[in-house]
T-cell receptor
């Protein structure tokens, strides 16, 4: 069994300040972990993925995430928020095949001018 | 043109009506999926297909059916729509070697009155 918990349903930051979106997971397997972003009226887009290589994963648009097995966490960060980062972000855990993907409930990121 | 195209993008229908949502892709992927998104619940898998002759139920298949007409086409049907099927529906595709790396359409918003 696997599950994923996004600890914040909404996060607000000012433009130019750091972003932290938190994700905890549980999995019976060595998991693969993903972050997806959904801009308004758009489909989801893959931001980054962890698949048991380097624990610090870099993605698109300056985002990165660190896999911490001891804490069962995969938090998403960005040093400096941009207005275009305003979107909903989903943490996803995979047990090994796409049919075993479990999506978190999402975190809505608001970027204030 | 989008790699994954969903039609219609918006649809309002009445309880008891049959509705079909269509998805086509130019990614050349064998695997296709239908997800449902509800606020605060993330995405939940309805059906998935790993090739033209392979159809599998997902987490919430009751009340839905699918047809894989070709490698590039995967449609979702609601035989008799009910109000709690009001949601945003996403089609997605993936390759066979990168489980979890999904490519999404822009969604079909369905309202059942």
């Amino acid at each position: 069994a696997q599950s994923v918990t996004q600890l914040d349903s909404h996060v607000s930051v000012s433009e130019g300040t750091p972003v932290l979106l938190r994700c905890n997971y549980s999995s019976s397997y060595s998991p693969s972990l993903f972050w997806y972003v959904q801009h308004p009226n758009k489909g989801l887009q893959l931001l980054l993925k962890y698949t048991s290589a380097a624990t610090l994963v870099k993605g698109i648009n300056g985002f990165e995430a660190e896999f911490k097995k001891s804490e069962t966490s995969f938090h998403l960060t960005k040093p400096s928020a941009h207005m275009s980062d305003a979107a909903e972000y989903f943490c996803v855990v995979s047990g090994g095949s796409a049919r075993q993907l479990t999506f978190g409930s999402g975190t809505q990121l608001t970027v204030l001018p | 043109d989008a790699d994954v195209t969903q039609t219609p993008r918006n649809r309002i229908t009445k309880t008891g009506k049959r509705i079909m949502l269509e998805c086509s892709q130019t990614k050349g992927h064998d695997r296709m999926y239908w997800y449902r998104q509800d606020p605060g619940l993330g995405l939940r898998l309805i059906y998935y297909s790993f090739d033209v002759k392979d159809i599998n139920k997902g987490e919430i298949s009751d009340g839905y059916s699918v047809s894989r007409q070709a490698q590039a086409k995967f449609s979702l049907s609601l035989e008799s729509a009910i109000p709690n099927q009001t949601a945003l529906y996403f089609c997605a595709t993936s390759g066979t070697t990168r489980a979890g790396e999904l490519f999404f359409g822009e969604g079909s918003r369905l309202t059942v009155l």
